[in-house]
């Protein structure tokens, strides 16, 4: 490292003051390799919450190409069943198929790394862009309810001394309303925001005096300024421009291949992240939906493939899981699109989800099934995200998290 | 300010101001170094500067030994008595915010998503805590903003505007009269009332969400002796309690549920109508534990993240025999034996942020950019999503440390929107900017209000030196870009993290 050396005099001029004890844990080949982690409590897995923002035609992505209904309803935007000749779905089971332009994550589906809960979302019947995702990132079933995030109440539920500063993202310019409640959520565009300077070695001087300034500095203070102090030191050495993914994977530059590559990275260099969030799309495909909607989900499938393949080593603690504000209207509409719907897909990818690429209770297609001419929900979104919350994470309040709902498992996890 | 200085603002003020100059008034209003700065230099914390550490945002430049002159109990006196204080200059300043003065209708007319609105409402409140001479009334406007939380972004509602007459009718007008006063003052604001849904509570439908707050939040506390059947009676007894079209109270009696009910105990009969309301606002002003509960959450506030108890029952004592005057419990509390052995208080972030303007004398022109700070750092004024109010305890803020420290290197390098922050306009006021450690000494008095101590010495002089690569001349501007980055690490220090 080209700056050891003012480091070294800076200790030396220091010495009297006996800061060798604190700067310890800043000299790299002494970090701890699990920084963060603290014994027992914590440990569950990192949460990485992607928004499909605008409403993903959930029916043309993971496609119910048993249910005659569906070609029914959709005459022009339908994607053919996986024996059908040309452009089709592949196969998930005898009764779901993927959306050819998502091909790259079939082989997440192969390995049970995935699982798609079919005909879920929000009780809540608002269409309204706005009221929808507002309802579904405060976690509640409508406009009652905390004006905070689930997630930020998860965050502030599990909050210890000596947390990261580093423990929860919203990659975005942004907080987004999930985080909303944790004070200490971050809104980054990239992790090289992360710094007190961009002069490295006049921040690596910066990181070294503070040390000294809160060596006897009692908790929480204390405990804040040697985290902070720590992830400055980790996130310095990351070299964001840098990263080489595992496995020749490869994120893209669009704001979710960006937001996933950075999330790896961190988790990568322990930096103690325990919640990062990620926003993709403009979704809301109300005319020429054939041309609008193939680079979304293409962008949406190779980089998650992509954090996939790079995670691999460690998606034993990393669960990813893909929202949107509602799916859309059954019936293709006059414009060659589809209008707001209901029922939509929420995707989990762990190492620990249920074998089983699709989990559904169909409630069918058929006219008299519909509600509205919407996707009836089976499976409320709350209950995805509390079975993730606590199977995945060590120890949660759910209540607090979801103020109201009474959780009942779906089986996404085994 | 001199009295020739003040005779020709208020010439000028007649003509500039009225003329829109804003800028001129702005400028003119700044308040001046005092000629003989003097800042504290013991080696511990200095008493007076602990006062006003906790009674305002932060001694302003030579203000620890003006109040040290007139003594620290007639400054808390001539505080108290805050209507007897000239606050022009901050009028002037707040003149070209037009929102703050407009009539209900008027603020709703905008129609929806009017950023402006709710923006001016914290710029003005950024204003007068950095400028005001009524320094603890604006600190208790804290307090109150915090105590009835509103949410400036509940809903996209244009009620949601109305927060603007609650900060003017009800917490500015009564944040040091008696809490009955202010309790009933809250208790009919539309911006309340539509914030936890009395607005929608009606006989037939009854919403116990204000009901709830009332006595959770606003006054008996969660451990305070009420139970749920309680809740529901006062609920009862504030159906109808609601705006009208202009945004005004009402009291719809069509909506209002006239049976009897019974509220900790007290019957209250038949037929009371808009009574039925007023009836459980004395019950719960009348209340003991009205009293513990708001008096823990100032002790909380003033004093320390786990209120001494010894302290809560003075004020309660005081509370009891005032009748809630909120001025003889403060007074109470300030000059209570154990105040000045009150723990660190960390700063939260809004309050990091008026520290570093006062401190620093720097010019704060009323900008919207400060704000975008202040949602970074989760602490935007009328922000706080549940109605709770802001935390007051260092477990909940002291993770943002990292957004501290950028803000203090922002703000000492002159990079605040809206502000003029010039370090060296100080170390030249007092003569310490040609050799490095006096500058250092000097500054770490003024932001510590203490002498620096040796581990702090010898980080900071270490840092500025860097082995001798930097030499005492600070007429060098690479010597003087290193003073500032080393001003960054004194600011960031743990001692000016807290109150």
Known sequence: MSNTLSRRDFIRATAAVSAYGALRSLWPSWMPRFAFANEGTQGGDVLVCIFLRGGADALNMVVPFGDDNYYRARPLLGIKPPDARGERALELDDFFGLNNDMRAMQEIFKTGHMTAVHACGSPNASRSHFEAMDVIERGTDGETGPTSGWLGRHLMATAQEGDSPLRAIGWSDKLQKSLHGYVSANALRSIADFHLTGDIDLANDMSLALTSMYETSAAPLGTAANATLQALETVRRINIDEYKPANRAKYDDSELGRGLKQTAALIKAEAGLEAACIDHGNFDTHVAQSQLLPPLLTTFAENLRAFHDDMLDYLDRVTVVVMSEFGRRVQENGGGGTDHGHGGVVYVMSNHVVQQPVVARWPGLNADFLQNGDLQITADYRDVLSEILSKRTARTDLGLVFPGHVYQPIGVFG | ?499
């Open chain 2, 1 to 499: 300010m001199s009295v020739s200085r003040r005779a020709f603002l208020g010439a000028l003020l007649g003509t500039v101001a009225v003329s829109g100059c804003s800028q001129a008034v702005d400028r003119l209003t700044q308040p001046k170094l005092p000629d003989n700065l003097l800042v504290p230099s013991g080696a511990d914390r200095h008493p007076t500067a602990h006062l006003l550490n906790r009674a305002t945002y932060g001694p302003r430049p030579g203000q620890v030994a003006d109040v040290e002159r007139v003594g620290k109990e007639r400054w808390l006196r001539r505080q108290l008595d805050y209507d007897s204080i000239n606050d022009k200059e901050v009028d002037w300043k707040l003149r070209r915010f037009d929102s703050l003065q407009m009539r209900s209708e008027d603020l709703m007319s905008f129609g929806r998503n009017q950023t402006f609105i709710v923006n001016e409402l914290v710029q003005a409140t950024i204003l007068r805590a950095v400028y005001s001479k009524r320094e603890l009334f604006e600190v208790m406007v804290g307090f109150w903003s915090d105590h009835f939380s509103i949410n400036h972004f509940k809903d996209t509602d244009t009620v949601i505007f109305l927060k603007t007459i609650d900060d003017r009718d009800v917490i500015r007008r009564h944040a040091l009269s008696k809490f009955g006063d202010l309790l009933k003052a809250s208790a009919h604001s539309p911006a309340m009332l539509h914030y936890l849904d009395n607005t929608v509570n009606e006989k037939s439908h009854p919403n116990e969400n204000y009901a709830r707050e009332i006595m959770e939040l606003h006054t008996l506390g969660v451990d305070g002796g009420y139970t749920e059947t309680d809740i529901q009676e006062v609920a009862r007894c504030l159906t109808g309690w609601s705006i009208s079209g202009r945004g005004r109270f009402t009291f719809r009696e069509e909506w209002h549920d006239d049976g009897k009910k019974v509220v900790l105990g007290q019957e209250i009969p038949a037929g009371g109508g808009q009574k039925d309301g007023d009836k459980v606002l004395d019950i719960l002003i009348n209340h003991p534990s009205t009293a513990r509960f708001v008096s823990t959450k100032l002790v909380r506030r003033f004093v320390a993240d786990d209120p001494p108890p010894n302290m809560i029952d003075a004020c309660v004592q005081t509370w009891q025999a005032t009748g809630g005057d909120i001025k003889q419990i403060l007074f109470t509390l300030f000059t209570h034996p154990d105040f000045e052995q009150a723990p660190p208080k960390l700063k939260r972030p809004y309050e990091l942020l008026l520290s570093i303007l006062r401190t620093t004398n720097a010019h704060y022109d009323g900008d919207d950019g400060l704000i975008d700070w202040l949602v970074r750092l989760g602490h935007r004024p009328f922000g706080w999503v549940t109605p709770d109010g802001f935390p007051d305890v260092a477990d909940i803020w002291a993770n943002n440390l990292f957004g501290y420290w950028q803000l203090e290197r922002a703000a000492l390098h002159n990079e605040l929107s809206g502000v003029d922050l010039d370090i060296w306009d100080i170390a030249k006021h007092v003569g310490v900017d040609d050799k490095a450690d006096k500058m250092i000494d000097f500054f770490g008095r003024m932001f510590y209000n203490r002498t620096l101590n040796p581990t702090e010495e010898a980080a900071i002089k270490g840092f500025y030196s860097d082995s001798g690569r930097f030499s005492q001349d600070l007429s060098k501007d690479t010597n003087r870009r290193r003073m500032l980055d080393t001003l960054m690490i004194l600011i960031a220090g743990p001692a000016f993290q807290y109150r």
